[in-house]
């Protein structure tokens, strides 16, 4: 999130698209029903109407995989109706940027695509600067070739029409949903988007999020209370172990996971740290050297030298341009290429698409160890439906796994929020906590390198490996530590001295010549140089009134609670909206909200810094060049769609998403055996493929079996009653489960067709209880965003039939 | 009070009354609704039910009424078990709390059952014994809010004084009917356990209103 939980409820306009806050985020849902009762108005724009939906101002459905066009559409409404709010977008976008000349958009392609590799090359998209290094910009915004200018042309096509006849949406409800958000485009009023995966589980997931980040921007929604693009994250540390980088793209702190090809420390360091010559620019990522540096020695401590590289070339690399995302990596093991698995809290045999591959896939393996506080679907791959378990020659570990009420350590919401909690009961039986385990199986790794040496065991044994207590137990705390970062020597900064072991009160510190250490230069701050865990704070005072609770926990970057927030304030450090004031210039200084940096205001034109300061050019992108799929967000129709044309150009899906071509992963798009849309979704009362909650009686009580829900006008086209078994199926595979036939699925009219919807949740899997169904992926296809690789879960196509 | 418009049906009421009361869960069949169980039991003393349909515009509605006992201020099933059994009824003065005892167990369920006009009480068919919600007396007498207002995400349920409760409906009543005409409060002078809602009772559930 830009902003955070608890601001929600200063918000005057929410569009909850993308998201079923009400059944999935229900706790967040408090600050919304608290907005309400002050008047803020709440859209719900799904393709089913769901709990969110009922607690809604107003209602509208989509067609599932249509979001671009819907907010397209916006786009084209808040420009060619002035809703914007223009200081906003001349001063803190890069609206008035001048593109360059090669850059072209014709029929669905962005210049430079080559339908061979399905790659673009993104030379073209490239805003032009002058001799002296400076972006050309026209502040009028009346530059043919301004961001402004092609932005307004990009969405001109987007026109109520057409876009209802794409998504399914009436023009009536269309212009409703439109003329209530863009009314945000003002100085005091604020609009937030709640989306969650019902946006980014899309091939044109991270495009999705784009067209609100542009939206937003337009309307001057970011950096100001009660705004922002909110991501409302599933499981409450999804935000920590996105920071830690679970994913394959990062290292620690969102830092670019090194490459084959970045051969030495200097090569990595020139990839990750952009270059600015406006001197109005912050850049914060110049600093980026000493944060890559800092983690290296974290890592490796006093084994990593000026003299070798700070042991960068111990670092693992990706092969340049490769994708190790899930999907990819059980496609290698289908085809026998991956031996081992470590599955950690996980259930793919439910959780990942197309389910039968990931099942069968798993029995290439010769060795799978699982760490769960509960069997799965997973882990017992080996005895599931049309597995024979004496064919199956993986050998299986279980390892039984804390819960998180069991250990200590600290929860990062997804307000950025990094909250301690403390071990509250003792786990069962032989249970440890996956910290135990992960340091055990590590610390006898690096026992037999040192004895039996290895191909190269350099990385291993030289690893900084010391997170033990004095009884052996994995210790958070000193993790914790170690993320935040110490003194390696005693430093003196600023007539400021430090002392080595001290903590670094703040990423600012961080140097690049190896005095410093921090295991992830975004949680640096998080302690006081006397090791202090700002984590543990409980005070609720809350001196500005906006619900920013400055000492409760500790929230990065630097405990700022609100990210960009010097765009709440105009160009004189004046807050835009005096009734919220999250930031204000008051007697040459800062007054709120931790400001994203020290400087004055703009008007200061010696001094003062552009407002977005992890953007080389110091402002937000309208135009934004860094994505494999194009500069502005286009509209696609999903891999697997029911329409055989997109409406909006000759380019019916995106062209460069990775496809999967294995006889094992059919497709079929606009086919007469697959008529209907289906999503799938999760409900509130189990988690995710219910590996935990069907354990506990009283969830599985109040839902207990996989269901699809489907509207009237199907379920009586297809002879359908309420609560009937009926089989769903795609080309993939097939599962029966109940008929929920209800008045909260509607048709869609597209055009002259008529479009039905069906869903259903993926809470479900054949191992407990045993009548309770199978899961919901065994339908869903192998692909996924072109950029993030995140499964398209939400839109693909199956029939379903009476049994 | 119950306000069914604050209400997002997340079901943590009906959860957390099962498990300070130490109620199992039951097995139960998904059977074309998010309403699960189907009904009151012995296990069961709270229960969101769904209802569903279309407007006038076309639209679906979808309500939710979060179920259980009203603790009537002159509750007609504490006179029928009084009137069958001594000492099988208990009627909390200081909180108005309407307990069943074990004694219940000796007398005709039925006629308890359908002296209750909104169809709470219901018996565990093994014991015999006759149960349903208890106002959390428990906790109420220790400091303490019933489980299900505790466990409420949108302060869709409060536990208070009479006296303010009633202030509370009443206001919330008028904000509501700025938007929704048909908003009231149901049966407040008969009943301890006040619902509100924004569209005729019978279009949430048959018995949410006398």
Redesign the interface.
């Known amino acids: 999130m830009t902003n955070h939980y608890n601001d929600l409820q200063n918000c005057d306009v929410f569009l909850i698209m993308g998201s079923n806050a009400?059944?999935n985020h229900?706790?967040a849902?408090?600050w919304v029903?608290k907005a309400k009762e002050r008047g803020a108005k709440i859209i719900s724009v799904d393709p089913r109407?769901t709990?969110?939906?009922?607690?809604a101002d107003f209602?509208t459905s989509l067609r599932s995989g249509t979001d671009i066009a819907f907010i397209g559409g916006m786009i084209k409404y808040i420009l060619e109706n002035e809703k914007y709010f223009k200081d906003y977008v001349a001063n803190y976008t890069n609206a008035s940027f001048i593109v360059d000349e090669k850059f072209d958009f014709n029929d669905g392609l962005f210049s430079g695509y080559d339908p061979a590799t399905r790659r673009y090359d993104r030379s073209s998209w490239s805003l032009k600067k002058d001799n002296n290094g400076l972006p050309e910009r026209d502040l009028t915004l009346q530059h043919p070739r301004c961001v402004f200018q092609l932005l307004k042309k990009h969405y001109s096509r987007y026109d109520l029409e057409k876009v209802s006849d794409i998504t399914g949406t009436p023009v009536e409800d269309l212009k409703t949903v439109y003329e209530m958000y863009s009314s945000t485009g003002v100085k005091d009023k604020a609009g937030t988007i709640m989306y969650a995966l019902g946006q980014t589980q899309h091939t044109t997931g991270v495009q999705n999020i784009r067209t609100f980040c542009i939206m937003q921007l337009l309307l001057g929604n970011i950096g100001i209370c009660g705004g922002g693009v909110n991501a409302l994250r599933g499981e409450p540390n999804v935000q920590g172990s996105t920071d830690q980088a679970i994913l394959f793209h990062i290292i620690p702190g969102y830092l670019s996971v090194p490459q084959a090809s970045l051969k030495t420390l200097d090569d990595y360091l020139k990839r990750i740290t952009p270059k600015s010559a406006d001197p109005r620019s912050a850049n914060w990522q110049q600093n980026y050297p000493k944060y890559a540096v800092s983690l290296l020695k974290s890592w490796f401590g006093e084994n990593a030298t000026k003299e070798n590289d700070f042991s960068y070339s111990w670092v693992p690399k990706i092969d340049d341009g490769q994708d190790y995302s899930v999907m990819t990596t059980f496609d290698v093991m289908w085809d026998k290429k991956i031996k081992g698995l470590i599955v950690i809290g996980q259930n793919p045999a439910c959780s990942l698409p197309n389910a039968n591959k990931i099942r069968t896939a798993m029995t290439n393996l010769d060795w799978f160890v699982h760490m769960n506080i509960f069997d799965n679907e997973t882990a017992s791959f080996w005895k599931g439906p049309g597995m024979n378990p004496k064919k199956v020659k993986t050998e299986v570990f279980l390892l039984p796994a804390a819960a998180s009420m069991e250990k200590a350590g600290s929860m990062t919401n997804s307000g950025r929020w990094v909250q301690w909690k403390y071990k509250a009961a003792q786990p069962p039986g032989d249970a440890i906590s996956v910290g135990d385990i992960v340091y055990r199986i590590m610390s006898k790794i690096q026992d037999l390198y040192k004895k039996e040496k290895g191909t190269f065991p350099d990385p291993i044994v030289n690893l900084k490996w010391d997170y033990a207590d004095e009884k052996g137990w994995f210790d958070p705390m000193k993790v914790a530590m170690e993320m935040n970062g110490r003194f390696l020597e005693d430093v003196t900064i600023g007539g400021r001295t430090y002392k080595k072991g001290e903590c670094v009160p703040s990423f600012g510190l961080l140097q690049a010549d190896g005095k410093t250490s921090s295991g992830n230069w975004i949680y640096c701050g998080g302690f006081t140089p006397d090791g202090t865990n700002l984590a543990m704070r409980r005070k609720k005072d809350d001196p500005t009134g906006l619900g920013l609770f400055p000492q409760w926990a500790w929230v990065w970057p630097v405990n700022r609670r609100i990210i960009y927030n010097r765009a709440s304030v105009d160009l004189n450090g004046n807050p835009y909206n005096p009734k919220r004031p999250l930031l204000a210039w008051v007697d040459g200084k800062w007054v709120g909200d931790v400001p994203d940096g020290p400087w004055p205001p703009m008007a200061d034109l010696q001094n003062g810094k552009y407002p977005f300061i992890m953007k080389p050019d110091g402002v937000s992108s309208l135009f934004g060049p860094g994505l494999v799929d194009g500069p502005f967000p286009e509209f696609y129709e999903p891999l697997e769609g029911p329409l055989s044309k997109n409406l909006l150009s000759k380019q019916l899906t995106n062209p460069a998403i990775k496809l999967f071509s294995r006889s094992c992963d059919p497709v079929a798009g606009c086919d007469p055996r697959y008529p209907f849309v289906m999503t799938t979704y999760t409900?509130?009362?189990h988690w995710c493929t219910g590996g935990g909650t069907r354990w506990?009686?009283?969830?599985?009580?109040?839902?207990?079996?996989?269901?699809v829900e489907m509207s009237e006008e199907l379920a009586q086209m297809k002879g359908i009653k309420?609560?009937?078994r009926v089989k769903v199926e795609s080309t993939r595979g097939s599962l029966t489960?109940?008929?929920?036939?209800?008045?909260?699925f509607?048709p869609f009219k597209c055009g002259d067709q008529v479009i039905h919807q069906v869903g259903m949740t993926y809470n479900y899997g054949w191992l407990f209880p045993k009548d309770c169904g199978e899961s919901a992926n065994l339908l869903t296809p192998t692909v996924g965003d072109a950029n993030s690789m995140t499964p398209e879960y939400k839109a693909f196509m199956v029939n379903v039939r009476k049994v | 009070m119950v306000d069914t418009s604050?209400c997002?049906?997340?079901?943590?009421c009906?959860?957390a009354c099962?498990?300070w009361n130490e109620l199992?869960?039951?097995?139960?069949?998904?059977?074309?609704?998010?309403q699960?169980?189907q009904d009151f039991s012995a296990f069961t003393w709270k229960l969101v039910r769904f209802a569903?349909?279309?407007n006038g515009n076309?639209?679906?509605?979808?309500?939710?009424f979060s179920d259980m006992c009203r603790h009537c201020m002159e509750p007609p099933c504490a006179d029928t078990i009084q009137g069958l059994v001594k000492d099988g009824v208990i009627r909390d003065e200081s909180t108005g709390a309407v307990v069943y005892t074990s004694k219940t167990k000796s007398i005709p369920f039925e006629k308890v059952r359908s002296s209750c006009p909104y169809d709470i009480p219901r018996q565990n068919l093994k014991t015999k014994v006759m149960a349903k919600c208890t106002m959390c007396i428990d906790r109420i007498k220790n400091d303490r809010l019933p489980a299900c207002v505790t466990s409420c995400?949108?302060?869709a349920m409060v536990f208070g004084d009479r006296s303010q409760i009633l202030a509370k409906a009443e206001k919330r009543v008028a904000e509501l009917k700025k938007n929704y005409p048909k908003a009231m409060a149901l049966n407040p002078d008969d009943v301890r356990v006040i619902f509100i809602v924004t569209d005729d009772p019978e279009k949430y559930w048959k018995h949410a209103s006398v």
């Open positions: 009400a059944e229900p706790i849902f408090k029903m109407f709990r969110t939906s009922a607690r209602y409900s509130t009362e506990a009686s009283w969830l599985t009580e109040a839902m207990p079996q996989v269901y309420n609560g009937e489960c109940v008929a929920m036939v209800t008045t909260r509607r | 604050l997002t049906a997340c079901r943590g009906q959860v099962k498990q199992p869960g039951t097995k139960t069949k998904q059977t074309g609704t998010y699960n169980p569903e349909g279309k076309g639209k679906p509605y979808w309500y939710f995400p949108t302060s």
